[in-house]
T-cell receptor
Framework: TQLLEQSPQFLSIQEGENLTVYCNSSSVFSSLQWYRQEPGEGPVLLVTVVTGGEVKKLKRLTFQFGDARKDSSLHITAAQPGDTGLYLCAGTSGNTGKLIFGQGTTLQVKP | KAGVTQTPRYLIKTRGQQVTLSCSPISGHRSVSWYQQTPGQGLQFLFEYFSETQRNKGNFPGRFSGRQFSNSRSEMNVSTLELGDSALYLC??????????????FGSGTRLTVV
């Protein structure tokens, strides 16, 4: 059974701080996606990484896919209150289209 | 373009009843997947449909079923509801063009409460 472990589960920081969220597995994934979810809404796709070692930047967010395609990280620079939410990593294997989600990281950024 | 539309947004049912949830994907998206989200288990895959065919199924009992219509709209049905079925049910659509597939667009979900 493929599992994705996210850490930390909860993070409460002050505006302007940097943070990193980790997503780890013992399994290889075809792709790794990061989503952000706000209360009462569905997850919103932030990025998809498919190549081992790939780094993608989205404004203040930097996503990295591990060389062996078993892990990923999300780094936020100078966090803002608008970054508050549940961050989810999700992996796909082969061509199934089935997403295996991590448990999520709840981020709170205080002004 | 319009996003993924799920109806209803909220639903309260009694144990033993059955329920049908609906999902209209983004126009042109032929793949529709369903997920169950609970505080304890997180997001768990239920099933995926593509061009009216179920392509993948998660580890849920047979009480959970779904179907997809020719216009790509999808429904999922849960029979003989149990208290543990209370959850946010999310539908997601994508093109699933293997050369360009980048991810799913999720709807806002249906919050099901079983009492």
């Amino acid at each position: 059974t493929q599992l994705l472990e996210q850490s930390p589960q909860f993070l409460s920081i002050q505006e302007g701080e940097n943070l990193t969220v980790y997503c780890n597995s013992s399994s290889v994934f075809s792709s790794l996606q990061w989503y952000r979810q706000e209360p009462g809404e569905g997850p919103v796709l932030l990025v998809t990484v498919v190549t081992g070692g790939e780094v993608k930047k989205l404004k203040r967010l930097t996503f990295q896919f591990g060389d062996a395609r078993k892990d990923s990280s999300l780094h936020i620079t100078a966090a803002q209150p608008g970054d508050t939410g549940l961050y989810l990593c999700a992996g796909t294997s082969g061509n199934t289209g089935k997403l295996i989600f991590g448990q999520g990281t709840t981020l709170q950024v205080k002004p | 373009k319009a996003g993924v539309t799920q109806t209803p947004r909220y639903l309260i049912k009694t144990r033993g009843q059955q329920v049908t949830l609906s999902c209209s994907p983004i126009s042109g998206h032929r793949s529709v997947s369903w997920y169950q989200q609970t505080p304890g288990q997180g997001l768990q895959f239920l099933f995926e449909y593509f061009s009216e065919t179920q392509r993948n199924k998660g580890n849920f009992p047979g009480r959970f079923s779904g179907r997809q219509f020719s216009n790509s709209r999808s429904e999922m049905n849960v029979s003989t509801l149990e208290l543990g079925d209370s959850a946010l049910y999310l539908c997601a659509s994508s093109t699933r063009d293997n050369s360009r597939w980048g991810g799913y667009t999720f709807g806002s979900g249906t919050r099901l409460t079983v009492v």
